[in-house]
């Protein structure tokens, strides 16, 4: 069986990003990371999983998947199959966001056997800590080295799956995870009230705090925006 964890992050959301993945195939080790200059955390969550696709090939064996981004699980699983019949189009008729990485995405998962996890950031578990920090050191600019050999000499345990985990607040009670805001049909997003109070001031547009990244989601999905 294949193991991968990923992860993605940007600074400002659009802004610099970050990816970084874990890859073990059989007793082997890779880590993988990557850069760019302007993108979304979306983005960079699924280009983590795209690059370690493309990094296994055309391996046959089962692939494990684990990933804090809701948001791609749900897009493979269940919403890309209506993209695809209908064009690439959501709902409301718009292109569907991040097509491209979609596109991606379902060409280099098409012919694999794979299962996906989602698992909550900073819970503990060694292999999406450690995504995590590679994700967010490429993000911020850092080089990173990156791990290549046997699983016995990699100092991060891939065997500890679990974690204690805390259910997080759905809606808009709770701290804020970040502001998002509808305007012309294309989403903002924002770390303060502050600044999203100040952009949305004297538009016709819609407003909601997120409190997680799956609220975050959740919010977009009503509105329309992500099917």
């Known amino acids: 069986m294949i193991l991968i964890f990923?992860?993605?992050s940007s600074r400002g959301n659009p802004g610099p990003g970050g990816w970084g993945a874990i890859v073990r195939i059989t007793e082997k080790v890779q880590e993988?990371?990557?850069?760019?200059?302007?993108?979304t955390n979306n983005r960079m969550e699924m280009t983590a999983i795209v690059e370690s696709l493309k990094f296994v090939g055309q391996s046959t064996e089962e692939?494990?998947?684990y990933t804090d981004s809701k948001y791609t699980i749900d897009g493979i699983t269940k919403w890309v199959s209506g993209w695809q019949r209908n064009g690439w189009l959501t709902k409301n008729k718009t292109e569907v966001l991040n097509k491209d990485l979609w596109q991606q995405l379902v060409s280099v998962s098409s012919s694999k056997k794979i299962t996906w996890h989602h698992v909550a950031g900073h819970v503990g578990i060694p292999g999406n800590e450690r995504v995590?920090?590679?994700a967010n050191s490429f993000a911020g600019g850092e080089k990173v080295p990156l791990f290549e050999g046997l699983e016995k000499d990699y100092k991060v345990s891939l065997s500890k799956l679990t974690g204690t985990t805390t259910k997080k607040a759905k809606g808009d009670?709770?701290?804020a995870y970040?502001?998002?805001a509808l305007v012309d049909g294309k989403v903002h997003r924002f770390t303060t009230w502050k600044e999203c109070?100040?952009?949305v001031k004297g538009k016709q547009a819609r407003f909601?705090?997120?409190t997680s990244q799956e609220n975050e989601q959740e919010i977009l999905q009503d509105w329309g925006v992500l099917s």
């Open 208 to 210: 909601r705090k997120a």
């Open 178 to 180: 970040s502001y998002l």
């Open 6 to 8: 990923t992860d993605g």
């Open 32 to 39: 993988l990371g990557g850069y760019e200059k302007h993108t």
């Open 132 to 134: 995590d920090t590679i």
């Open 197 to 199: 109070e100040s952009f």
């Open 63 to 65: 692939i494990t998947i």
């Open 173 to 175: 009670g709770g701290k």
